[in-house]
């Protein structure tokens, strides 16, 4: 098991303990696109994202076209291919100029070079271990807290769109960047139904608006965590040795907004499809708070309102399936 952090890698301007992680976090970002040309490249091709915007009555949802993401939306997943390559998020497999902060205990933080944000991160373990969110979820909050307002964390679980699913992580991009972070009140407003409160807690089904998810909003990590393990629990996790399907936004001001997407399949028909069929689109945290990223601009020519719906109705819960965990979630 991997476990040491070659020297090379650390940026040492990120070792200063009298530095707070959101100006660690810049400082890094400034250096490796000033040193590691990858990640240059990899953000100058941002300018050339091409949008769609689609609007629905209280929400909107963004496709984009991302070439720069060709790796990650086609990464085999399969346990045979996971096994035959080296995997990416071990430190001794890092690029010589890719250079990380410490965050807390085993986790650090690197700029990705195929970004999505403006500003990406990708948050691992330096311990290999596979992608499992139950043990992890206070960590989640908590670097959620340190690296600040202006970034969302998110976890992609290991058939929800983890491109290292055998290698624990996180990911974190600028906040406001998903349409969900801007229209939450809105969609929550509408849509909403609170399942639980204890005044210092509160647990929300949001149904009916693409993608069915639950919301929980606190200040108290504890609870958080507690209520977690119910919702986890609730989606199978007590009854399986896998982990429910899954994906997880968490954003900290002040205090905790978690949003859990739970979901019925990794990928679309349309990833599988041949010739003009195919639609290379694998949903991830980011698809789900919605901005749907195409790496092939013959796919992102493709879409219209109505794929988008499918594509939504397909990887996610049926309004009905998802009222049945709603009473599950009211049970106390």
Same mark, same amino acid.
């Given at each position: 098991?991997?476990?040491?952090?070659?020297?090379?890698?650390?940026?040492?301007?990120?070792?200063?303990?009298?530095?707070?992680?959101?100006?660690?976090?810049?400082?890094?970002?400034?250096?490796?696109?000033?040193?590691?040309?990858?990640?240059?490249?990899?953000?100058?091709?941002?300018?050339?994202?091409?949008?769609?915007?689609?609007?629905?009555?209280?929400?909107?949802?963004?496709?984009?076209?991302?070439?720069?993401?060709?790796?990650?939306?086609?990464?085999?997943?399969?346990?045979?291919?996971?096994?035959?390559?080296?995997?990416?998020?071990?430190?001794?497999?890092?690029?010589?100029?890719?250079?990380?902060?410490?965050?807390?205990?085993?986790?650090?933080?690197?700029?990705?070079?195929?970004?999505?944000?403006?500003?990406?991160?990708?948050?691992?373990?330096?311990?290999?271990?596979?992608?499992?969110?139950?043990?992890?979820?206070?960590?989640?909050?908590?670097?959620? %807290? *340190?690296?600040? $307002?202006? @970034?969302?964390?998110? /976890? !992609?679980?290991?058939?929800?769109?983890?491109? &290292?699913?055998?290698?624990?992580?996180?990911?974190?991009?600028?906040?406001?960047?998903?349409?969900?972070?801007?229209?939450?009140?809105?969609?929550?407003?509408?849509?909403?139904?609170?399942?639980?409160?204890?005044?210092?807690?509160?647990?929300?089904?949001?149904?009916?608006?693409?993608?069915?998810?639950?919301?929980?909003?606190?200040?108290?990590? %504890? *609870?958080?965590? $507690?209520? @977690?393990?119910?919702? /986890? !629990?609730?989606?199978?996790?007590?009854?399986? &040795?896998?982990?429910?399907?899954?994906?997880?936004?968490?954003?900290?001001?002040?205090?905790?907004?978690?949003?859990?997407?739970?979901?019925?399949?990794?990928?679309?028909?349309?990833?599988?499809?041949?010739?003009?069929?195919?639609?290379?689109?694998?949903?991830?945290?980011?698809?789900?708070?919605?901005?749907?990223?195409?790496?092939?601009?013959?796919?992102?020519?493709?879409?219209?309102?109505?794929?988008?719906?499918?594509?939504?109705?397909?990887?996610?819960?049926?309004?009905?399936?998802?009222?049945?965990?709603?009473?599950?979630?009211?049970?106390?």
């Amino acid at each position: 098991m991997q476990t040491e952090f070659s020297e090379r890698n650390i940026f040492l301007d990120g070792d200063d303990e009298s530095v707070n992680l959101p100006i660690k976090v810049e400082r890094l970002f400034e250096d490796q696109l000033q040193n590691w040309k990858l990640a240059f490249d990899g953000y100058q091709s941002l300018t050339k994202v091409q949008k769609k915007l689609f609007e629905f009555d209280d929400f909107s949802i963004e496709a984009h076209y991302n070439p720069g993401r060709i790796i990650s939306s086609s990464a085999k997943v399969d346990a045979k291919s996971i096994n035959e390559r080296p995997c990416f998020l071990c430190v001794k497999n890092l690029p010589a100029d890719q250079k990380a902060i410490k965050v807390i205990g085993n986790y650090i933080l690197l700029v990705n070079p195929f970004p999505i944000f403006h500003k990406h991160f990708t948050i691992p373990t330096t311990k290999h271990v596979p992608q499992l969110i139950k043990q992890e979820f206070e960590n989640l909050l908590l670097i959620s %807290s *340190k690296i600040g $307002s202006g @970034f969302s964390v998110f /976890y !992609n679980g290991p058939k929800c769109g983890a491109s &290292a699913p055998d290698h624990l992580h996180f990911q974190a991009g600028n906040y406001g960047f998903m349409n969900i972070d801007n229209e939450y009140e809105n969609i929550l407003n509408k849509y909403g139904e609170i399942v639980y409160s204890d005044g210092e807690l509160i647990t929300s089904v949001v149904t009916g608006c693409l993608r069915n998810f639950i919301t929980v909003e606190s200040n108290d990590i %504890s *609870k958080l965590k $507690s209520e @977690f393990e119910k919702i /986890y !629990n609730v989606l199978g996790g007590d009854k399986t &040795a896998e982990e429910p399907m899954l994906n997880v936004i968490s954003t900290y001001n002040n205090s905790w907004r978690v949003l859990i997407f739970p979901r019925t399949k990794h990928r679309p028909s349309y990833f599988f499809g041949e010739g003009k069929n195919k639609i290379l689109i694998s949903p991830a945290a980011v698809d789900l708070g919605g901005v749907l990223i195409f790496p092939r601009e013959e796919d992102f020519d493709k879409i219209t309102i109505q794929l988008v719906v499918d594509i939504f109705k397909q990887v996610t819960f049926t309004n009905e399936e998802f009222r049945n965990i709603s009473d599950k979630l009211k049970i106390r």
